[in-house]
């Protein structure tokens, strides 16, 4: 099936991930939408958008379902819609709906090294995909409203987490808590024990979308640094079928399996990073076809059509984290990620692809 096909019709058939509620899921789709209008110009992609987002955002900007007092730095992620579409229309309430979110930065608790924290029932930690959910929705806000010292504060908070979940190895840990309370953080350093792929997916488009935002100068400097060294980390990771693995620094072990969700967010970073030139001039090519083989690899084995007809992108891992959840304790453990739900169809995947298939195209553009 062609690409765009199957988007347009996910899209047709997608069901709001929460029952309506405004949420990072649904946020995901909302930045491959609002991507492939971008790439293609087809106005298909900007219907879908307005369609799925415009009725959880009431006329005077509340979101439907929010509640700015659980403090979930995930709620924050499918506020970077908002931006796209208040472009598009002119209407307030978008930017109304943007400082709710906002407004929840304000007050959102942080660890002493001025990180927010995860979520009020995660306190004390910082998780790599916070990064991604919070931190590119800062930047784009400040930059709207003219307010530097939140860039700024973006750029710390990217480098105090990428230090305090750093491997030897170049890659990062999925989480830190700075309570060392959580049985899965080592009572040294605070550092879950396992590299879990998409949360690094999380991390590798997080950078890529900031420095994209921002000029390449002093204050950025350092983090355009330190998304070319994790993007040499990854592909020096992708294996031979293109994609890349669940437990990201270990392919041997027992039941490892290469998962899309991540393997899309890698294609993303990698072929936005070589198209906006955030490598090097001589590792664009290398940088881009790793992208490249990354994307063809997923478009060509992931999309798998069923006995109905319906076409749907597989093995993404339904979720993961770390600590208490639904009765049950996530321990962190490389065999931990290997112990939760496969899915197919699950935006957290086909949202980045969205991503990557857009990036491709305006390359070629």
């Not at 307010?147 to 170049?170: K, N």
């Not at 940088?287 to 069923?306: F, K, N, P, Q, Y």
């Not at 290997?338 to 390359?363: C, H, N, Q, Y």
Request: charged content about 25%; hydrophobic content about 40%; glycine content about 8%.
């Amino acid at each position: 099936m062609n690409p765009t096909d199957y988007f347009d019709q996910f899209a047709q058939r997608y069901r709001p991930y929460k029952g309506g509620s405004w949420c990072y899921e649904d946020g995901c789709l909302y930045r491959g939408l609002q991507l492939l209008f971008e790439a293609t110009g087809e106005k298909r992609w900007k219907d879908h958008l307005h369609r799925l987002a415009d009725r959880q955002i009431a006329a005077d900007g509340t979101l439907f379902g929010y509640d700015p007092a659980e403090y979930n730095i995930d709620h924050i992620l499918a506020g970077r819609s908002l931006f796209a579409l208040a472009r598009d229309t002119g209407d307030a309430r978008y930017l109304a709906a943007a400082e709710h979110l906002a407004g929840q930065l304000e007050s959102h608790p942080r660890i002493p090294q001025g990180n927010y924290w995860h979520k009020k029932r995660y306190p004390h930690q910082v998780w790599l995909d916070g990064l991604y959910m919070g931190l590119p929705f800062q930047i784009e806000y400040a930059l709207a409203t003219d307010r530097p010292a939140l860039v700024a504060d973006a750029l710390r908070q990217f480098s105090t987490a990428l230090s305090l979940t750093a491997t030897p190895a170049g890659l990062y840990v999925h989480g830190y808590d700075d309570s060392r309370e959580q049985r899965w953080a080592d009572p040294e350093h605070g550092k879950s024990p396992a590299v879990w792929a998409r949360a690094v997916g999380w991390l590798a488009m997080a950078l890529v979308d900031a420095l994209a935002l921002l000029p390449n100068d002093s204050a950025s400097g350092p983090h355009r640094l330190l998304v070319r060294q994790l993007l040499d980390e990854l592909i020096a990771r992708q294996q031979p079928s293109g994609l890349w693995m669940q437990v990201l620094d270990a392919p041997a072990l027992e039941g490892n399996y290469e998962e899309s969700s991540a393997s899309a967010m890698f294609a993303y970073a990698l072929l936005r990073a070589a198209r906006l030139g955030l490598v090097e001039p001589d590792r664009v090519p290398r940088t881009s076809a790793a992208g490249e083989r990354a994307l063809d690899a997923l478009l060509s084995t992931r999309l798998v059509t069923d006995r109905e007809g319906v076409t749907r992108l597989t093995t993404i891992v339904c979720v993961a984290g770390l600590g208490g959840f639904e009765g049950t304790y996530r321990d962190g453990t490389p065999g931990y990620y290997l112990t939760e739900r496969v899915v197919a169809d699950d935006p957290k995947g086909v949202g980045p692809l969205m991503m990557a298939f857009a990036e491709s195209i305006s390359r070629a553009d």
